[in-house]
């Protein structure tokens, strides 16, 4: 299954349902919902702290926390 | 229409121009206290409304949720929650971005549900156009069941309409709920709603989750609300199934009331983020933008920093030669004058350097600099976010602990507030430049760069790296459990608005100067009373100097300064600075530098006043080159040489770079670890560890 984390530079993806109860509650209260369409817009030097938008939302979170929320690649 | 104020609280997301907004609605009627209770600033502002209205208006921490995760949001919810009824808002403006709005309406939904009147201000409004955004604001009044304004803050439009909105909400008063948690368990929040009908359920759920119970909850109906407490991974399911419900809401809202027409949006964000958080070019940028603060804080500062020097050594003549002669004159011209004079000449630095800080906040660049950091920083057990008061330490040690209050993690938060006070900050300033100046010559080296300015720089950067390495030990001796987790936005760039800038400039400055200089001003007080007064020895001390035998040939003015010299010995001061001389003597110090040592616990830059005062220099003059040549001059009569030279010189800076003499950062760190263990830790700690240094550093070079 994949991750947010396994995510390229600029690839998108949908968030997906399983994953609901492993996103933490302030990340879902800032747009990171299942169903919502994210893209991994950059990575940090040093492979963390990962750049993503979703629902119109810019975050940076780590690693740890994407290797957690599954999704479903887009155009695959 | 009540002639009382209005209590008005803002509240929104960070990055919503919600400070514009707060400076458009009070201007410079602003002031910060502090919450009852709690010690954590909070910005009220008076706002006139209408003719006959006033309001008073409280800008509460920026926050995405009313779930705190960290002691800024925290307060909202303390806030909100009705604690202390005289404190509690009548009015709630919540400021959303609108390019965000939907992640601002859960904010919005979550204080609706709070019922109490709520206005909501859409911001940024002239950017709508050029993102191709369109709303139907008739329908989302309608819909939201509120007052609904679209403003642009920056450019001071709509902020009447929001006042009228206040007005209007004030008066009609009626606030209803927007969605019912009821829905996803009747059943279970039922049970809740019965146990108090005083209160929304949505505060009684609030109460149940955030463990936060306000007055009118008795004993009884606390252990009931706890008991919904005990089944936490429901209570967390819960929480998840009302996030993703509220979002549904909005959703079916904005579906009827908000059009984004996606491909008139222009990308300059994807652009400047390309260079800015580039694994290379962005730690290249971060460091230019580093040198230039730096710089500019020299630069920019030397003359504003001479003319405060200047004009309170002017006033301290001025006060001697017009007020008549006696105790309290002394007073004034040794003690007040060089004592205030000792806490503004910092001003033009910090206000500098603050500057700088407020303009990488407003434009957005400092959360690139987290994104940047956070990894490198977590090694050293910090986080990102602690790269900010790091920064901020060069300046005041005190703003940079409080700016730790964003970072969640309590380990992290904690691991940073112990070490910023490693960081150069700027009362160190005068004690390395009068040591430098004394100790390494003033020529260049590889033909270009200043010997002087490179020690300098060379102490900054033990500062940090001190800092950096205590964080690592901290890391792997303190054992504290905290969740990691750590989200930081992206905030759009944007340019910095003058009046932000400037009110943020003069509020911290102010700060500042009232925090650091009342133990200053005290502080120069009480060690004028200690070298003024002292036992019997004291009272002696001018006759027995003139009857020795060995002082008749002297003529008058040397005279007069052998007679200051033995009174200072002779002084409570002296005394004291006598009685730890043997512990600094292995350092390279004498009772007189021990004074000085003495004093600078309480603030290091009173390391330059005192010594100006033990060698007899008219202490109303606060000229350092008088003082240096003074310190220059001053012989070690165990040697026969110089004083000050290069190994006492060396010895003395080390242990300035480590020692925590700040009494105002220990009352800060005091204040945010609500313990007094955590400064004793860092006041003998450092203590210790600039002992060390100094001793070896000496004992080496000598």
Redesign the interface.
């Given at each position: 299954m994949s991750t947010i984390a396994s995510l390229r530079i600029g690839e998108m993806g949908y968030i997906s349902e399983e994953s609901?109860?492993l996103?933490?509650?302030?990340?879902?209260?800032?747009?990171c919902?299942?169903g919502a369409e994210v893209q991994l817009?950059?990575i940090?030097?040093?492979?963390?702290?990962l750049?993503i938008c979703v629902?119109?939302?810019?975050?940076?979170?780590?690693k740890?926390?994407a290797v957690q929320i599954q999704i479903l690649k887009a155009n695959l | 229409m009540s002639k009382n104020n209005i209590k008005v609280a803002l509240i929104g997301n960070p990055n919503t121009g919600k400070t514009s907004l707060f400076n458009q609605l009070t201007g410079l009627n602003q002031k910060v206290g502090n919450y009852p209770g709690v010690t954590v600033d909070k910005k009220e502002g008076k706002s006139k409304l209408s003719a006959t209205q006033n309001a008073i208006i409280t800008d509460l921490p920026g926050t995405y949720s009313i779930n705190p995760t960290s002691l800024d949001e925290s307060i909202v919810l303390k806030t909100l929650l009705k604690k202390d009824i005289k404190e509690s808002p009548d009015v709630i403006l919540v400021v959303a971005d609108v390019e965000n709005l939907k992640r601002n309406l859960l904010l919005f939904s979550q204080i609706k549900d709070l019922e109490i009147p709520t206005v909501l201000a859409i911001n940024m409004v002239d950017q709508m156009h050029k993102k191709g955004i369109s709303i139907d604001l008739t329908a989302l009044k309608e819909e939201l069941n509120t007052e609904v304004v679209l403003i642009s803050a920056r450019k001071n439009q709509g902020i009447d309409k929001v006042k009228e909105a206040i007005i209007k909400c004030h008066v009609a008063a009626k606030a209803t709920p927007m969605c019912d948690n009821n829905k996803i368990d009747p059943e279970y929040f039922e049970k809740l709603k019965a146990i108090n009908p005083n209160f929304s359920l949505y505060e009684l759920w609030l109460m149940v989750t955030q463990k936060n119970f306000p007055e009118g909850i008795t004993k009884v109906q606390k252990e009931q609300l706890l008991s919904f407490n005990k089944d936490v991974s429901k209570l967390k399911k819960y929480q998840h199934k009302e996030t993703i419900y509220r979002y549904q809401e909005i959703n079916k809202i904005l579906k009827k009331t908000y059009l984004v027409n996606k491909n008139a949006a222009t990308d300059v964000r994807s652009r400047l983020d390309k260079i800015f958080t580039h694994k290379i070019f962005g730690y290249i940028i971060f460091l230019l933008v580093l040198l230039l603060i730096f710089q500019s804080i020299f630069d920019w500062s030397s003359v504003p920093m001479d003319f405060i020097d200047g004009a309170f050594a002017n006033l301290s003549d001025f006060a001697k030669s017009n007020l008549p002669a006696g105790v309290f004159t002394d007073l004034i011209v040794e003690g007040i004058i060089p004592g205030i004079g000792g806490v503004l000449i910092f001003i033009p630095q910090i206000a500098i350097l603050f500057m700088f800080i407020a303009i990488l906040e407003e434009t957005g660049y400092m959360s690139r600099v987290v994104f940047l950091m956070d990894k490198i920083m977590r090694r050293f057990g910090m986080n990102g976010k602690s790269i900010i008061p790091l920064i901020s330490g060069t300046a005041c040690a005190i703003p940079a602990i409080m700016a730790t209050r964003t970072i969640s993690s309590w380990k992290e938060r904690l691991i940073t507030i112990l070490v910023v006070p490693f960081t150069t900050c700027s009362a160190r300033l005068p004690v390395y430049a009068i040591l430098i100046a004394l100790i390494i010559p003033n020529k260049k080296i590889l033909g270009f760069y200043n010997l002087q300015a490179f020690t300098l720089l060379m102490l900054y950067a033990l500062g940090f790296l001190s800092a950096i390495l205590a964080a690592y030990i901290l890391q792997k001796t303190l054992k504290i459990k905290s969740s990691s987790f750590f989200v930081v936005e992206m905030p759009n760039y944007k340019i910095p608005s003058f009046k932000n800038v400037f009110l943020e400039v003069i509020e911290k400055t102010k700060a500042f100067v009232f925090e650091a200089g009342k133990i200053i001003l005290a502080l120069s007080i009480i060690l004028w009373f200690l070298a003024s007064n002292g036992p019997e020895s004291f009272k002696n001390a001018e006759k027995n100097t003139i009857e020795n035998i060995e002082n008749k040939q002297l003529n008058k003015a040397d005279l007069q300064q052998k007679i200051a010299s033995a009174k200072l010995e002779n002084s409570y001061i002296g005394i004291m600075g006598k009685t730890i001389e043997p512990a600094i003597k292995p350092l390279g110090y004498d009772w007189k530098i021990g004074i000085a040592l003495i004093t600078s616990f309480a603030a290091r830059e009173v390391f330059v006043g005192t010594l100006a005062t033990i060698y007899s220099v008219a202490s109303d003059d606060e000229d350092t080159s008088t003082i240096k040549q003074k310190m220059r001059s001053e012989i070690n009569p165990e040697t026969g040489k110089k004083r000050f030279n290069f190994p006492v010189g060396m010895s003395l800076l080390v242990f300035y770079a480590f020692a925590m003499q700040c009494m105002a950062t220990l009352a800060i760190v005091k204040r945010e670890t609500k313990t007094w263990k955590w400064p004793l830790i860092q006041l003998f700690g450092m203590a210790l560890l600039a002992y060390i240094s100094s001793l070896i550093t000496y004992q080496i070079l000598s």
């Open positions: 609901l109860d996103i933490p509650l302030k990340l879902l209260e800032m747009g919902l299942p817009v950059q940090a030097p040093l492979k963390d702290l750049y629902n119109g939302s810019h975050l940076a979170i780590r740890e926390t | -």
